[in-house]
Nanobody
Framework: QVQLVESGGGLVQAGGSLRLSCAAS????????MNWYRQAPGKQRELVAG???????YYAGSVKGRFTISRDNAKNTVYLQMNSLKPEDTAVYYC???????????????WGQGTQVTVSS
């Protein structure tokens, strides 16, 4: 059993910043890719940013240059630093991780419960 717990969401004015955190705990052997997705009302969930265990990153075009994803492998935690926020960034942000679990050493996908980010104009 693996749990992902997000924190750091909230209400911010346009142009402001927020930092999201997602900590994984439980029967973890190792964590491969870690990602942040978001889902705005009435829209499909979309991939915002991803980071491999080795630190290779991916960003959606809409956030490139404004958001930075990072991770602390020792803490099984992934972060999303969001700067220059826009009203269109308003969404529920979800953490996702590909985890090798013990004792089976199977690779499984896990999701957090989501954290609300609201950007006012």
């Amino acid at each position: 059993q693996v749990q992902l717990v997000e924190s750091g969401g909230g209400l911010v004015q346009a142009g402001g910043s927020l930092r999201l955190s997602c900590a994984a705990s439980g029967s973890i052997f190792s964590i491969n890719g870690m990602n942040w997705y978001r889902q705005a009302p009435g829209k499909q969930r979309e991939l915002v940013a991803g980071i491999s265990r080795g630190g290779n990153t991916y960003y959606a075009g809409s956030v490139k240059g404004r958001f930075t994803i990072s991770r602390d492998n020792a803490k099984n935690t992934v972060y999303l630093q969001m700067n220059s926020l826009k009203p269109e960034d308003t969404a529920v942000y979800y953490c996702n991780a590909a985890v090798v679990v013990t004792p089976t050493y199977r690779l499984s996908d896990y999701w957090g419960q989501g954290t609300q980010v609201t950007v006012s104009s």
